[in-house]
Each structure stands twice: as structure tokens, then as C-alpha cells.
């Protein structure tokens, strides 16, 4: 129990760094994030087209969504026992934004309107992972409770 409750520790604070990191790119280099993923989109990917910048009332969305999921994870990081159970919100969270980046890129697709972006699919690449991890980890951790 003790080596599980120490890779949910771990989880909690990578996560919550990476958010945090992830946060003020967001903030402060959303726009050049984009032209990473257009950059890299032009030279592999030339079928698909370009993302282009949101307003701001996107990146208030996205940032509330960031500091969501960094809480979840400090609050698991801070004390496992106590708040494991917001690893199922995290998770709730990592999987909606993983669908919903694979429904608008498959729309973008069936409808050329331009959301069948890297920037849209790498969503799903980043956050699926994500979200697999904490539930597994919150899965083990209730088994070995019993």
C-alpha cells in the first residue's frame, strides 16, 4: 500500500507542475504554441490545415480548466487518503477534453471547417494518457484499500 500511496504522490505532483507550467503557456504563449503545432503541421502533416488563435474568452475557458485539474492534482499530491477521490474529476476532465478533441477533429473532417488541426488531435495524445494513469492509480489504490 505504502509504494502505491508514493507513485500517487509522485503523480500528483508532476501533475500539478505540468499544469501549472501548461497554465502560463497558455497565458503568456498561446500564440506562439500555435505556430509550434502549425510549424510542425507544415512540414509532416500537409493535409491538415492551420490552427488559428482563439480570443481570449477560450483561453479564460481553458485556464479555469487548468486550475481544475492542478487543484485535483496538489489536493492528491497534499494527501492521498484524504483526496484520492478527486483523482475521478481529474480523470472526468482529461477524458472530456480527449473526446471532445477527437468529435472536432473527425467534424473538421467531415465538414472542412478547419478544427481538424495537430493542435486540435494533440489534445487527445496528451491528455488520454493523462487521464488513463490517474484512473488506474486511483483504481489499484481502491483495490488495495479493501
Not at 504554441?33 to 483561453?59: C, G, W
Not at 475521478?88 to 477534453?97: D, V
Not at 493542435?119 to 492509480?137: E, K, N, Q, R, S
Request: with cysteine.
Amino acid at each position: 500500500m505504502k509504494n502505491i500511496i508514493q507513485v500517487i504522490r509522485i503523480t500528483g505532483l508532476f501533475y500539478t507542475i505540468a499544469f501549472v507550467i501548461t497554465s502560463l503557456i497558455f497565458i503568456f504563449f498561446d500564440v506562439q504554441l500555435l505556430q509550434i503545432f502549425n510549424s510542425i503541421s507544415q512540414s509532416i502533416l500537409l493535409a491538415l490545415p492551420l490552427a488559428h488563435e482563439q480570443s481570449n474568452f477560450f483561453k479564460v475557458l481553458a485556464i479555469s480548466m487548468m486550475f481544475g485539474i492542478t487543484l485535483c492534482s496538489y489536493l492528491i499530491f497534499k494527501d492521498v487518503e484524504k483526496y484520492m477521490i478527486m483523482a475521478l474529476p481529474l480523470a472526468a476532465m482529461k477524458f472530456a477534453s480527449s473526446i471532445c478533441s477527437v468529435l472536432f477533429f473527425v467534424w473538421g473532417f467531415l465538414f472542412a471547417n478547419g478544427y481538424n488541426t495537430l493542435a486540435t488531435i494533440a489534445i487527445f495524445f496528451t491528455d488520454f494518457p493523462l487521464g488513463l494513469w490517474i484512473l488506474y492509480l486511483y483504481t489499484k489504490y481502491q483495490q488495495l484499500k479493501q
